[in-house]
Antibody, heavy 116, light 107 residues
C-alpha cells in the first residue's frame, strides 16, 4: 500500500524550533516530488513548497521562502518540514503529499500549535 | 504566481441534483489542473488530474473539463457523501497554487 505517515501533533512556544516528518512507503520514494501544504484553522489549502528526494531539488512558494526549510533523507524515505523560530501564526495543520499528476497520496496531517 | 479563483464560494444543491463548480486561472495552465475534495477532519482527496482524468477509485459521477484558464468540476447526481469543500490546483508553474475553495452544502 502506498502511504505517507506523518509525525505526531506538536505544541510549542513562540521562538522554539521544530522539525516534522513525512515517511513514505509502498513506492519508490526517490521518484516522486513530495510537497507540503498548510491549512490554518478554518481556512483553505496553501502550497508551501516541494522537494524531489532523488536529488533534493527544492522549490518554495514565495510566501514561505525563508520561513521554513524543506529537506529529505532518501535513505529512510522521509521528508521534513522545519522552522527555526516558530510564531503563533504558524499554528495550523500541515500535510505532506506526493505530487505526480496532482497530489495523489496525502499524509494524515500534523497539527502544530504555537502558544505561549 | 498564478492566481486560481473558484466560484461560487458556497453552492447549495439538493441531493440527486447536478453541481457545477468553476475554477479560473490568471494565466494559462494548459491541462495541468487538479480537483480535490476535503471533508471536515480529513486530508484532501484527489478527484481529478490533468483537468479531466479521474483519479483511482473516484466515481464516474465526478467529471472535469476545461483547459487554459477556465475549468469546471461537475458532479452529476449528488450523493450525501459529496457535500464537502472542493479545491482546484494548478501544477503547470512553480509555485503550485490552490484556489480558495468552494463549499458544497445541502439545500
Amino acid at each position: 500500500e502506498v502511504q505517507l505517515v506523518q509525525s505526531g501533533a506538536e505544541v510549542k512556544k513562540p521562538g522554539e524550533s521544530l522539525k516534522i516528518s513525512c515517511k513514505g512507503s509502498g513506492y519508490s520514494f526517490t521518484s516522486y516530488w513530495i510537497g507540503w501544504v498548510r491549512q490554518m484553522p478554518g481556512k483553505g489549502l496553501e502550497w508551501m513548497g516541494i522537494i524531489y528526494p532523488g536529488d533534493s531539488d527544492t522549490r518554495y512558494s514565495p510566501s514561505f521562502q525563508g520561513q521554513v526549510t524543506i529537506s529529505a533523507d532518501k535513505s529512510i524515505s522521509t521528508a521534513y518540514l522545519q522552522w527555526s523560530s516558530l510564531k503563533a501564526s504558524d499554528t495550523a495543520m500541515y500535510y505532506c503529499a506526493r505530487q505526480g499528476g496532482g497530489m495523489d497520496v496525502w499524509g494524515q496531517g500534523t497539527t502544530v500549535t504555537v502558544s505561549s | 504566481e498564478i492566481v486560481m479563483t473558484q466560484s461560487p464560494a458556497t453552492l447549495s444543491v439538493s441531493p440527486g441534483e447536478r453541481a457545477t463548480l468553476s475554477c479560473r486561472a490568471s494565466q494559462s495552465v494548459s491541462s495541468n489542473l487538479a480537483w480535490y475534495q476535503q471533508k471536515p477532519g480529513q486530508a484532501p482527496r484527489l478527484l481529478i488530474y490533468g483537468a479531466s482524468t479521474r483519479a483511482t477509485g473516484i466515481p464516474a459521477r465526478f467529471s472535469g473539463s476545461g483547459s487554459g484558464t477556465e475549468f469546471t468540476l461537475t458532479i452529476s447526481s449528488l450523493q450525501s457523501e459529496d457535500f464537502a469543500v472542493y479545491y482546484c490546483q494548478q501544477y503547470n508553474n512553480w509555485p503550485v497554487t490552490f484556489g480558495q475553495g468552494t463549499k458544497l452544502e445541502i439545500k
